[in-house]
């Protein structure tokens, strides 16, 4: 499959700046200010499904100095299975807050099938 960049907010493919941060290549979109990570996987690193939505996140503000910029929506893909609460909160139009870490972009420990067997659950 083609790794197609396509900003998730607007569908742009052209108008895409790579930008090099501490956390890695970050794509800004020029034409509404979309941002996202450029690794971001195609398929949910906890389930291995593909059904992978882009949903924006509320970023904390960065307080160095007093420059205040204006940050556009930081996009991150929540998994339809592993994410799926927090992907219906997203569809209600809610940021997903910024402390969330999605299962589709880290391995979650205490959900997919191998995490089942070794998880003790107070009776
Ligand atoms: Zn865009
Ligand atoms: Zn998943």
Redesign the pocket.
């Known amino acids: 499959m083609p790794r197609q960049m396509t ?6 493919t052209e ?1 895409l700046s790579g930008e090099r941060t501490d956390a890695g290549i970050v794509i800004r ?6 941002q996202w990570a450029r690794d971001t996987p195609y398929t949910c690193a906890t389930c291995g499904g593909d059904d992978i939505h882009m949903r924006p996140q509320a970023l904390t503000q960065y307080s160095r100095g007093t420059q205040l910029s204006i940050v556009g929506l930081h996009y991150i893909p929540l998994c339809a299975g592993c994410d799926a609460a927090m992907l219906a909160r997203a569809n209600q139009q809610k940021p997903v807050p910024g402390q969330y870490h999605s299962a589709a972009a880290r391995k979650r420990r205490d959900g997919g099938d191998d995490a089942a067997d070794t998880l003790i659950l107070p009776r």
């Open positions: 900003c998730p907010a607007c569908g742009e108008d979109c020029g034409a509404c200010e979309a």
